[in-house]
């Protein structure tokens, strides 16, 4: 496995781990993923970063790292990687960074105390990412490659399935494994597969849906629903057919679909996005485009959009204006942009992330926005987006909640991919 893939899937499995209660066993890829998340958050594409002390604790807030427990002893496996300097008043000082680096040291941080127990787990999600995998042959090859013993191994699929870093459906009184990055390769053959196992009617809507997105590059999850209906449209995101980005403040929330192989004409859709800021990015801006109210100083047709991120990339601010300190700061948070106060509610935003921005502009110049999207004129007059969900959290949401009754349902499609 190329280091990029390990770190990515590390940080996958970080993020998971954060959900559930304290399992020992993934100490490792827990410290590893936390550094990585917070590497990530702390540098810039092409610049050195200095965060003073409240910064910093803001980050560690942002990503749910305890501040007293956590956070002292990521700062100095970081350090002792020499991957950033802490001084005495708590400051830290990182130069610059892309997301490949990110993933690439974080793969390195983790390998210098891994055992194989752990790397298994990477092994484990990664084997079943392509297409959903029998119990019996994905249990043979992780115990033949890590030299796991049956017991050890038994434990390993127990814990990983508890965790969520993989799913799985039963299908012929057998387990089958996957997980959500299975429509991120060969996406227009297994979208063909599960339009041809739906019943007529069903199988006109998906497509309906899903040249929606081909040709707007995302859709308000109210449209998909509207035809799709709420049950189609759970089993489809059950089985990560569609991404389901979700912005939101504390008195709304905006869902945007798009297709999980929107990044694959850029490397490995894994990969490039693995901390789904690309995804935010875009997911804001289309907000900014389609959502936010027009006296806030909105972005006003794509072709204003694509001018934004290009004044970015070049090392331009834009602005001044209110949208701009309101509808960014999941952004902000996350440090891919940084605001500069101009006067009352108005703001300047610059970049910070190249290399997030440079992959949200190859998407949305190669078709995946079109100039008349489908998302409506939906207007919110509160914006202020300070929380994105990505997709993977929103779709174990729905398989946690999801009905007995559509478990045969989405088995068959899961079924249907595999074959």
Request: net charge neutral; with cysteine; hydrophobic share 35%.
């Amino acid at each position: 496995m190329k280091k990029r893939t390990e770190g990515a899937w590390i940080i996958h499995h970080a993020k998971k781990l954060q959900e559930v209660s304290n399992i020992p066993d993934f100490d490792d890829v827990d410290e590893a993923g936390k550094c990585g998340l917070l590497l990530s958050c702390f540098s810039a594409t092409n610049e050195e970063s200095v965060l003073d002390k409240n910064k910093v604790n803001a980050v560690s807030d942002t990503l749910n790292i305890s501040k007293r427990f956590e956070l002292p002893v990521l700062l100095n496996t970081l350090k002792e990687n020499q991957l950033i300097d802490v001084s005495k008043n708590g400051e830290v000082r990182v130069l610059g960074l892309t997301t490949s680096n990110v993933l690439t040291h974080t793969a390195d941080i983790f390998n210098e105390k891994s055992n194989n127990y752990q790397k298994a787990s990477l092994e484990l999600t990664n084997y079943s990412s392509d297409k959903p995998i029998k119990e019996t042959v994905l249990k043979e090859y992780i115990a033949d490659t890590y030299k796991l013993d049956s017991k050890t191994n038994e434990k390993l699929f127990n814990q990983s399935e508890e965790i969520g870093i993989v799913d799985y459906e039963i299908l012929d009184e057998e387990k089958n494994y996957f997980n959500g990055n299975l429509f991120k390769r060969e996406a227009i053959v297994k979208t063909q597969k599960v339009l041809d196992s739906l019943i007529g009617s069903e199988e006109k809507l998906v497509k309906e849906v899903d040249d929606l997105i081909t040709n707007d590059g995302c859709v308000l999850i109210e449209t998909a629903e509207k035809i799709l209906g709420a049950k189609l449209l759970a089993r489809l995101q059950s089985i990560a057919m569609y991404d389901f980005n979700e912005v939101s403040n504390n008195s709304h929330s905006k869902v945007f679909l798009t297709k999980p192989s929107s990044f694959a004409k850029y490397g490995n859709p894994f990969e490039e996005d693995a901390l789904d800021m690309a995804k935010a990015f875009i997911t804001s801006l289309v907000y900014g485009l389609k959502i936010s109210s027009f006296g806030r100083g909105r972005i006003q047709g794509s072709s204003m959009l694509v001018n934004t991120l290009r004044k970015l990339i070049r090392g331009e601010r834009v602005g001044p204006c209110t949208a701009i300190g309101e509808d960014y700061q999941v952004l902000e948070l996350n440090r891919v942009i940084k605001l500069e106060h101009y006067h009352g509610t108005m703001y300047y935003m610059r970049l910070l992330k190249y290399d997030i921005a440079k992959l949200a502009l190859s998407v949305i110049e190669n078709g995946d926005l079109a100039e008349d999207s489908t998302l409506g004129s939906v207007v919110v007059g509160s914006s202020n987006v300070s929380c994105y969900i990505g997709p993977e959290k929103n779709r174990q949401k729905i398989r946690k909640r999801r009905e007995a009754s559509s478990g045969k349902e989405i088995g068959e499609l899961i079924r249907t991919i595999r074959n």
